[in-house]
C-alpha cells in the first residue's frame, strides 16, 4: 500500500464548495498540506482516462475550480493565501535536485530507502517539498492527466500560482525572482554530479580521453557564471553561459556513458551501475532546469517537468523498475560468460555428437562411485544436517572429477547451453528498432538450429551417462557379492529406492526442484568468474610479489591462466553438489518436505537396487514405475533448468514476448518437420 494513499477514500467524496470553504491559510501546517491532498483527490474524483480526442476528467475538474475562483473572490483570496505560504515555507529546491534520486551510494541502501516508501505511512507535517510532492500526486493516472492539461487552462492555472507566488514574496520580501528555488537546485544538481563523479569506483572507470578537459571540474564555475548571468538578466552572457553548460553536461554523460564499457571487460559492479544511472539521471534533471529557467514562457516546460516527475513518483515505490536495469546488466554478463563455456556443451556434427557420448560415458561411470558413496553415507545415520552435508560434498567432489577430466554429466549442461543459444538472437529487431525481415528470419532459423543441436547433445549426454552408470554399478555390485557374499546395497536400501524414485509419488515435483537448483548453481558460477574478474585476481596470481617469489613467474602465469578458465566450472560443480545435498536437509528443517530427483544418480541407484533384488524386480510394477520416474526426472531436470536459463538470457538481450512466441512456433514446427534432428544429428553433417 503506498504511503499516501492512507487517507484515501473520504476526502475523494467532498464537493467543492466544502472543499473550498474548508481552505484555511492559517491552519497549522499538517492541515494545509492535508487539504492540499484533498484537492488533488477532489481533482483525480472519476475516472481520469479518457475516449480519443476527449478531454480527462481531472482537467475538466480544473477548469471548473478555475472558473469559481475566478468569479469568487472571496475563496480565491483565501487559496491564494493557502498557496502563498506553501511557496515560502516549502523547499521546493529539494524537490527539484533531489526527488527522484537516493541519498546512498549503493543499490542496498536504495532498495531499503524504497521499501520504506512502500510500507511506512507518511506525514503531511513536512517542509520538504520532495516528500510533500509524493504525498500529493501519488496515483498511476496523475502523469496522463497533468500532461493533457491545455494550454489556455495552463495559462490560466500558471496565472493562479503567480499571484501565490507573489504573495508568499510579499510575505517574505527579499528573494523576489521566481527562479529562486530553480538557482539553488541547480547549484545543489552541480554539486551532485561533481562528487559522484570523482568517486574512485567512478573516476578510475570513466575514459580518459573523455576527462582530458576536465568537465567535470568546469561545471562549478560554468554554472555559477551562468547563475550570476541570469540574475543580472545580461542577455548575451545568458546565451553564452547557456551554451558553455550544456556542452560540459553532454562531456560528462559521455564520460559517464563510458563506465559500462569498462565494466563489460573487468565485471560488473551493482553499486557503480546504479551511481552511474543517478549521475546521467542528474545530467538529464540539469538539463531540464535549464530549460525551465531559460524559458521566457515556462508554463509548457514546468508542465513537462512535473509530469516527468509524477511518473519518477511512481517509480520511487517500484523495486522492479529499480532491479531491472541492473538485473539485466548482470544476466548479461552471466549469459555472455556461460555463453563462451555453453558452445562446449553444444554438438552440431557427428564428431561432435560422439565425442559428446565419449564425454559423457566417463561422467556416468564417475557418476556409478557417487551412487554407492551415497548409500555410504546414509548407512553412518548422521543427523539430518550432517547427512545432507555428507551428501553434497559427495556429489561436488564427483562433479569436480567429471569437470577435471573434461567429462560432462548431462544435467548440467542446459544452464550453460540456453547463453549460448541466445547468442544467436543478436539479429532480431528490438524495441523501437526498424524490423528487419530477413535477419529477424535468419535469426530464428539460427536459434532453432541451436535448439536441435541443444536437445540431441542433451540425448547423448544422458544415454552416455546411463550406458556407463548401470554397468558399473552392476560390476561393483557383483563383485561385492562375489568377495563379500553380499551387495553393498543391502535390501532394505533397495525397497527404499523402488518407494522413493516411483513416479506415483512426488518424483516428478522434487525432478522439477533439481532442475530450479541446477539454475541456481549457474548462476552462483556466473557471479563467481564476474566477481573473480571485477577483482582483477587473475592478473594478481600472475603478478603479485608474494606469489611470484613462491611460485615463481612461469607457474604464477600458468596458475593465473587456469583459474581464469576454470573458476565458473569450478564454483558450479561446487555449488551445484552442496546445493543438492544441503539445500533439501535445511528445507526439511523448516518443515518444507522437498528433496531432489536427478536422473544419473536415480538410475545408479535403481541399478543397485534391482541387482540386490535380483532378476524377479524386472516383474514388479514398482520397479517399472521407477523406470518411468526415471524418465521423467530426466526431463524436468533438463526442461525446467533449461528454461530458466533461457529466460535469463533472453531477458538480458532485451528480446520481446512477441519474438519469444515466434520462437516457440518455430521450434514446434521444426520438431514436426523433422523430428530425428533433436536426437541424432544428420547423416554426413
Given at each position: 500500500m503506498a504511503a499516501?494513499?492512507?487517507?484515501?477514500g473520504?476526502?475523494?467524496?467532498?464537493?467543492?464548495?466544502?472543499?473550498?470553504n474548508?481552505?484555511?491559510?492559517?491552519?497549522?501546517?499538517?492541515?494545509r498540506?492535508l487539504w492540499?491532498?484533498?484537492?488533488?483527490?477532489?481533482?483525480?474524483?472519476?475516472?481520469?482516462?479518457?475516449?480519443?480526442g476527449?478531454t480527462?476528467r481531472p482537467?475538466l475538474?480544473?477548469r471548473h475550480?478555475l472558473?469559481v475562483?475566478?468569479r469568487?473572490p472571496?475563496?480565491?483570496?483565501?487559496?491564494v493565501?493557502l498557496?502563498g505560504?506553501?511557496?515560502?515555507?516549502?523547499?521546493?529546491?529539494?524537490?527539484?535536485?533531489?526527488?527522484g534520486?537516493s541519498?546512498r551510494r549503493?543499490?542496498?541502501?536504495e532498495v531499503?530507502?524504497?521499501?520504506?516508501l512502500?510500507l511506512?505511512?507518511?506525514?503531511?507535517?513536512t517542509d520538504?517539498?520532495?516528500?510533500?510532492?509524493q504525498l500529493l500526486f501519488?496515483d498511476?493516472?496523475?502523469?496522463?492527466?497533468?500532461?493533457?492539461?491545455d494550454?489556455?487552462?495552463?495559462a490560466r492555472?500558471?496565472?493562479?500560482?503567480?499571484?501565490a507566488?507573489?504573495h508568499?514574496?510579499a510575505a517574505?520580501?527579499?528573494?523576489g525572482?521566481?527562479?529562486?528555488?530553480?538557482?539553488?537546485?541547480i547549484?545543489?544538481?552541480?554539486?551532485?554530479i561533481?562528487?559522484?563523479?570523482?568517486t574512485?569506483?567512478?573516476?578510475q572507470r570513466m575514459g580518459?580521453?573523455?576527462l582530458a578537459e576536465?568537465?567535470?571540474e568546469?561545471?562549478s564555475?560554468a554554472?555559477e557564471?551562468l547563475?550570476d548571468?541570469?540574475?543580472?538578466g545580461?542577455r548575451?552572457?545568458?546565451?553564452?553561459g547557456?551554451?558553455?553548460?550544456?556542452?560540459l553536461l553532454?562531456?560528462c554523460?559521455?564520460a559517464a556513458a563510458?563506465?559500462?564499457?569498462?565494466?563489460a571487460?573487468?565485471?560488473v559492479?551493482?553499486?557503480?551501475?546504479?551511481?552511474?544511472?543517478?549521475?546521467?539521471a542528474?545530467?538529464?534533471r540539469?538539463?531540464a532546469?535549464?530549460d525551465?529557467?531559460?524559458s521566457?514562457t515556462?508554463?509548457?516546460?514546468?508542465?513537462?517537468?512535473l509530469?516527468?516527475?509524477?511518473?519518477?513518483a511512481?517509480e520511487?515505490r517500484?523495486l522492479?523498475a529499480?532491479l531491472?536495469?541492473q538485473?539485466?546488466?548482470?544476466?548479461?554478463?552471466v549469459?555472455?560468460?556461460?555463453a563462451?563455456t555453453?558452445?562446449?556443451?553444444?554438438?552440431r556434427n557427428?564428431?561432435e555428437?560422439?565425442?559428446?557420448l565419449?564425454?559423457?560415458?566417463?561422467?556416468?561411470?564417475v557418476?556409478?562411485?557417487?551412487?554407492?558413496a551415497?548409500?555410504?553415507i546414509?548407512?553412518?545415520?548422521l543427523?539430518p544436517?550432517?547427512?545432507?552435508?555428507?551428501?553434497?560434498?559427495n556429489?561436488?567432489?564427483?562433479?569436480?572429477?567429471?569437470?577435471?577430466?573434461?567429462?560432462?554429466v548431462a544435467?548440467?549442461?542446459?544452464?550453460?547451453?540456453a547463453?549460448?543459444m541466445?547468442?544467436?538472437?543478436?539479429a532480431?529487431?528490438?524495441?523501437?528498432e526498424?524490423r528487419?525481415?530477413?535477419?529477424?528470419a535468419?535469426?530464428?532459423?539460427?536459434?532453432?538450429d541451436?535448439?536441435?543441436?541443444?536437445?540431441?547433445?542433451?540425448?547423448a549426454?544422458?544415454?552416455g551417462n546411463?550406458a556407463?552408470?548401470i554397468p558399473?554399478?552392476l560390476?561393483v555390485?557383483?563383485?561385492?557379492?562375489w568377495?563379500q557374499?553380499?551387495?553393498?546395497?543391502?535390501?532394505?536400501n533397495a525397497h527404499y529406492?523402488l518407494h522413493?524414485?516411483t513416479?506415483?509419488g512426488?518424483?516428478?515435483?522434487?525432478?522439477?526442484?533439481?532442475?530450479?537448483?541446477l539454475f541456481a548453481?549457474?548462476?552462483?558460477?556466473?557471479w563467481?568468474?564476474?566477481?573473480?574478474?571485477?577483482?582483477r585476481?587473475?592478473?594478481?596470481?600472475a603478478h603479485?610479489p608474494?606469489?611470484?617469489?613462491?611460485l615463481g613467474?612461469?607457474?604464477?602465469?600458468?596458475?593465473s591462466?587456469?583459474?581464469?578458465?576454470n573458476i565458473?566450472?569450478?564454483a558450479?560443480?561446487v555449488?551445484l553438489g552442496?546445493?543438492?545435498?544441503?539445500?533439501p536437509?535445511?528445507?526439511?528443517?523448516l518443515?518444507i518436505?522437498?528433496?531432489?530427483?536427478?536422473?544419473t544418480?536415480?538410475?545408479?541407484?535403481?541399478?543397485?537396487a534391482?541387482?540386490?533384488l535380483?532378476w524377479?524386480?524386472l516383474?514388479?510394477?514398482?520397479?517399472w514405475?521407477?523406470?518411468?520416474g526415471l524418465?521423467?526426472t530426466?526431463?524436468?531436470?533438463l526442461?525446467?533448468s533449461?528454461?530458466l536459463?533461457?529466460?535469463?538470457a533472453l531477458?538480458?538481450?532485451?528480446i520481446?514476448?512477441a519474438?519469444?512466441?515466434?520462437?516457440?512456433?518455430?521450434v514446434?514446427?521444426?520438431?514436426?518437420?523433422?523430428?530425428?534432428?533433436?536426437?541424432?544429428?544428420?547423416?554426413g553433417?
Open positions: 499516501a494513499q492512507w487517507w484515501r473520504k476526502p475523494a467524496t467532498w464537493d467543492l464548495t466544502a472543499l473550498l474548508a481552505a484555511d491559510p492559517k491552519a497549522a501546517r499538517p492541515e498540506h492540499l491532498v484533498r484537492l488533488i483527490e477532489w481533482l483525480r474524483h472519476g475516472p481520469a482516462e479518457a475516449a480519443a476527449s480527462p482537467v475538474r480544473l475550480l472558473n475562483l475566478e469568487h472571496e475563496p480565491r483570496a483565501r487559496i493565501a498557496l505560504r506553501a511557496w515560502r515555507e516549502t523547499d521546493l529546491a529539494a524537490l527539484l535536485a533531489d526527488f534520486f541519498a549503493d543499490l542496498g541502501g531499503a530507502e524504497r521499501l520504506s512502500r511506512l505511512p507518511a506525514t503531511p507535517d520538504d517539498g520532495a516528500a510533500l510532492f501519488s498511476a493516472a496523475d502523469a496522463d492527466w497533468l500532461a493533457a492539461i494550454a489556455p487552462t495552463l492555472l500558471a496565472a493562479l500560482l503567480g499571484a507566488r507573489d508568499g514574496q517574505a520580501p527579499g528573494d525572482d521566481w527562479r529562486a528555488p530553480l538557482l539553488r537546485a547549484t545543489w544538481l552541480v554539486s551532485a561533481r562528487a559522484a563523479a570523482f574512485p569506483a567512478l573516476r580518459p580521453e573523455l576536465r568537465p567535470f568546469q561545471l564555475r554554472a557564471d547563475i548571468a541570469l540574475r543580472s545580461e548575451g552572457a545568458i546565451v553564452r547557456a551554451n558553455f553548460l550544456r556542452a553532454l562531456r554523460s559521455a563510458s563506465v559500462p564499457d569498462h565494466l571487460v573487468h565485471g559492479s551493482v553499486n557503480i551501475v546504479f551511481e552511474v544511472e543517478q549521475l546521467q542528474r545530467c538529464v540539469l538539463e532546469l535549464l525551465l529557467a531559460l521566457d515556462p508554463q509548457r516546460e514546468l508542465q513537462s517537468l509530469v516527468e516527475l509524477v511518473r519518477l511512481r520511487r517500484s522492479r529499480l531491472g536495469r538485473y539485466s546488466l548482470m544476466a548479461r554478463k549469459t555472455e560468460r556461460h563462451e555453453g558452445e562446449h556443451y553444444i554438438t557427428r564428431a555428437y560422439a565425442d559428446m565419449r564425454k559423457a560415458l566417463g561422467g556416468g561411470a557418476i556409478g562411485g557417487t551412487t554407492f551415497k548409500f555410504a546414509m548407512a553412518l545415520g543427523a544436517f550432517w547427512a545432507g552435508f555428507g551428501a553434497g560434498l556429489y561436488a567432489i564427483s562433479f569436480l572429477i567429471v569437470h577435471l577430466l573434461h567429462w560432462t544435467t548440467k549442461q542446459p544452464a550453460m547451453t547463453p549460448a541466445a547468442q544467436k538472437l543478436g532480431l529487431r528490438r524495441p523501437g526498424a528487419d525481415s530477413a535477419a529477424d535468419a535469426a530464428v532459423e539460427g536459434f532453432v541451436e535448439v536441435t543441436h541443444l536437445v540431441r547433445s542433451q540425448f549426454g544422458i544415454v546411463i556407463a552408470v558399473v554399478v560390476v555390485q557383483w563383485l561385492a557379492w568377495l557374499g553380499a551387495p553393498l546395497v543391502g535390501e532394505k529406492v522413493s524414485l513416479l506415483l512426488p518424483t516428478a515435483l522434487f525432478a522439477a526442484f533439481t532442475g530450479v537448483l548453481s549457474s548462476l552462483i558460477a556466473g563467481a568468474e564476474n566477481w573473480f574478474v571485477y577483482h585476481l587473475d592478473s594478481a596470481l603479485h608474494g606469489i611470484v617469489a613462491r613467474a612461469a607457474r604464477a602465469q600458468r596458475w591462466l587456469w583459474w581464469r578458465a565458473s566450472g569450478l558450479a560443480n555449488s552442496l546445493l543438492l545435498g544441503i539445500v536437509a535445511l528445507l526439511a528443517f518443515g518436505p522437498l528433496d531432489v530427483r536427478h536422473v544418480l536415480g538410475t545408479g541407484q535403481l541399478a543397485a534391482a541387482s540386490t535380483g524377479d524386480v516383474r514388479q510394477a514398482d520397479f514405475w521407477c523406470v518411468a524418465v521423467a530426466g526431463v524436468l531436470n526442461a525446467v533449461f528454461w536459463a533461457l529466460k535469463v531477458r538480458s538481450r532485451g520481446t514476448l519474438d519469444r512466441r515466434t520462437l516457440y512456433a518455430a514446434r514446427r521444426r520438431l514436426w518437420q523433422a523430428p530425428r534432428s533433436f536426437f541424432l544429428p544428420e547423416r553433417a
